[in-house]
């Protein structure tokens, strides 16, 4: 939509109204104040992106996987879902959220002559991406086969009003003009629409939710159907809500409130299980929500993470592969879980409602990562076998941004546990060495103070509300 594009990089334009009254005087001034705040934001946001964007290496360092470059041209690739669909060429496709634009794009894998190579095609645009000024969390419904994808709606065409500071503040309106509030929404996609066809035709909004959409996590609960949004919350403290929709009715309930900017969202089928991340809280948590209980029963702390964005499970549901957002780096971690029971859930290999441990690096030179996301393709020779692993980057500016890429990786041969064990190992041996200084700094009378976790204890904090 190359009108759209245009419209979007070229600068807006606002004339501000002059009076002498104190109300205009009043809206100047709070609107300047607001204007300064909004310009401090948006340079740390280019200094964080600046800073993240590092060069793809040739040689990764000794430890982390080597990664692979499958689309570029983004500009905040957000969120991304592997699509298997037997009946077309290509056997799978990659959709990825742009959310600074407002698109999603579809990566197919094509094949070669030879049937075991190929390459990863150019990203088509979804026509439903002309009607939204914003798309980030995406699901697909392995077993009915829906493809699910959180939007804003773009404002409805300006009304006249009394001036709004806010909307003068972010130069989105002219002052005296009011639009109707942006609001999310979930889409029902038809996956496969390409252009021409219109946008309209092409998508049903089957939920709205009453906040805006940031870059909110989306999961599908394949038995019930349900959909799981867990919404930010405009990066507030404690104003994280997790919602749970369905789609069928519509009708929208909060399951988790009052948790720290709820980011990604993941189940584990089998078990029941949602996983729902706490993107900028200080302990960098995971919550535990079991469909059986209809409550969080643990929480999980990774330590060595600065930022938890959107992430996956491994096939056994065992460990976490997560994006760290601001650690330019993909890390994994255990969930703590061992084999299934007769019951269908899940052994734990830990006691109490708590579990802290190292995280492990997978990936590094990553600009801004968003999001983590398996393969679904049982084809071992396809660009989207389950095997592989997909990787986005986000922090461009605006829109104006293009150069941020989807990368995929694979696990080492010998499985991640091998990344986990090499990580435990380091830190066995890094206890070793600081209980050796402790010895020797005891005869001096100095206490050796032992390392700092990240973590509660084995209860729930009241801050927490479950319902």
């Not at 004339?15 to 104040?33: D, N, W």
């Amino acid at each position: 939509d190359k009108s759209r594009r245009e419209s979007m990089m070229s600068p807006g334009t606002a004339g501000f109204p002059v009076g002498t009254s104190a109300r205009p005087r009043l809206t100047l001034a709070a609107g300047a104040f607001c204007g300064v705040c909004a310009c401090c934001a948006l340079s740390c946001l280019a200094l964080v992106s600046m800073f993240a964007l590092q060069p793809l290496p040739d040689v990764l360092p000794s430890g982390l996987l080597k990664l692979y470059v499958v689309a570029t041209g983004f500009s905040w690739a957000e969120n991304l879902v592997c699509v298997l669909d037997p009946g077309r060429a290509s056997g799978a496709s990659l959709f990825v959220t742009d959310s600074q634009r407002g698109d999603v794009l579809r990566v197919d894998w094509v094949r070669a002559e030879r049937a075991r190579s190929g390459h990863y095609a150019q990203p088509i645009l979804h026509p439903a991406s002309a009607d939204f000024s914003l798309m980030a969390g995406i699901a697909w419904n392995k077993r009915t086969g829906q493809l699910f994808v959180l939007a804003n709606v773009r404002p409805s065409e300006p009304e006249p009003s009394e001036p709004e500071p806010f909307a003068i503040m972010t130069g989105l309106l002219s002052p005296g003009l009011r639009t109707r509030r942006e609001h999310c929404v979930i889409l029902e996609l038809d996956a496969f629409a390409e252009p021409p066809a219109a946008a309209a035709d092409t998508y049903t909004v089957v939920a709205h939710l009453e906040r805006k959409c940031l870059g909110d996590g989306l999961a599908v609960h394949e038995k019930s159907g349900f959909l799981y949004v867990a919404s930010q919350g405009d990066f507030l403290p404690r104003n994280g809500v997790v919602f749970e929709v369905d789609p069928v009715s519509g009708s929208v309930r909060p399951i988790i409130t009052n948790a720290f900017s709820t980011d990604g969202a993941f189940i584990d089928q089998e078990a029941g299980l949602l996983y729902v991340t706490e993107s900028l809280s200080p302990s960098h948590s995971v919550l535990v929500y079991s469909f059986a209980q209809r409550k969080v029963i643990k929480r999980i702390y990774p330590r060595g993470v600065s930022a938890l964005d959107d992430f996956t499970l491994t096939a056994d549901g065992h460990a976490i592969l997560a994006a760290d957002f601001l650690g330019s780096s993909g890390v994994g971690f255990s969930t703590g879980t061992g084999a299934m029971k007769e019951s269908g859930r899940r052994t734990w290999t830990h006691r109490g409602r708590s579990r802290t441990e190292l995280a492990w690096r997978l990936v590094s030179g990553v600009a801004v990562p968003t999001s983590i996301r398996r393969g679904c393709s049982p084809d071992p020779t396809s660009g989207f076998n389950e095997e592989l692993l997909f990787i986005t980057e986000g922090g461009g500016l605006a829109g104006l941004s293009d150069d941020r890429r989807v990368l995929a990786f694979a696990p080492p041969r010998g499985g991640f546990q091998l990344i986990a064990g090499e990580t435990s190992a380091r830190e066995k041996r890094s206890d070793l060495a600081l209980a050796i200084s402790g010895l020797s700094h005891a005869a001096d009378g100095v206490t050796a103070s032992r390392r700092f976790q990240t973590g509660g204890g084995d209860d729930e904090p009241a801050a927490y509300k479950y319902s």
